[in-house]
């Protein structure tokens, strides 16, 4: 069976103070992998995805930036947090072919900006 | 790009009885419409989906119906307990390079009372 594992679980940082969440699955090879970010009360918004290692597309522009370095990990990262950036950030995965809009999200991890 | 409208944004109901949630979408091309259940501090969970190659879909207690003509989806939820209070979020496909992209309505909040 997947698993997907997000970390850290919640994080309270300072405006301006750098951030990496992290994302990896195990159990599945290749999965397209994706960032989602859902404000408190709000809908999900995806902001990227990655269909393999070392490339990562850009939906929405946020001043964050993601990495594919491997196959089961996703990484999600900005040098300078902005008061926006507070939310819930998801990571989730999907299979290939046929079932690729399918997601599966991870548990989350709680960013809180101060 | 693919829009999504989801109706109610609140919706009480007491136990026992039905509720229906409401989403349109824009794209003619969308062919999957899954919907999440959301508990509070949890992530979102695939309750139900559905293609566009069918027009009903039931799992148990829930129900989702699609009208491709009219390009609406809704999910019925019967004989609702206390555990099925949560937000609801319908959301549409729309193809993105090699994966797929959802978007996602604004959310129902559910509440059911005893």
């Known amino acids: 069976a997947q698993t997907i594992h997000q970390w850290p679980v919640a994080e309270i940082k300072a405006v301006g103070s750098p951030l990496s969440l992290g994302c990896t699955i195990k159990g599945k090879s290749s999965p397209n992998l994706y960032w989602y970010w859902q404000a408190t009360g709000g809908t999900l918004q995806q902001l990227f995805y990655s269909i393999t290692v070392g490339q990562v597309e850009s939906v929405v522009q946020l001043n964050l930036s993601a990495s594919r370095p491997k196959d089961d990990q996703f990484i999600l990262s900005t040098e300078k947090l902005l008061l926006s950036h507070s939310g819930f950030y998801l990571c989730?995965?999907?299979?290939?072919?046929?079932?690729?809009?399918?997601?599966?999200f991870g548990s989350g991890t709680r960013l809180t900006v101060l | 790009g693919e829009q999504v409208e989801q109706l109610p944004s609140i919706l009480r109901v007491q136990e026992g009885s039905s509720a229906s949630i409401n989403c349109s979408y824009e794209?003619?091309?969308?062919?999957?419409f899954p919907w999440y259940k959301q508990e509070p501090g949890e992530n979102p969970k695939l309750i139900i989906d559905i293609r566009s190659n069918m027009e009903r879909k039931q799992i148990q207690e829930l129900i989702v119906l699609l009208d491709k003509k009219a390009k609406r989806f809704s999910l019925h939820i019967t004989d609702t307990q206390p555990g099925d209070s949560a937000m609801y979020f319908c959301a549409a496909s729309e193809r993105q390079g090699g994966s797929a992209k959802l978007i996602f309505g604004e959310g129902t909040k559910l509440t059911v009372s005893s």
């Open positions: 989730a995965w999907s299979p290939l072919g046929t079932s690729a809009e399918t997601l599966y």
């Open positions: 794209d003619s091309a969308s062919n999957y």
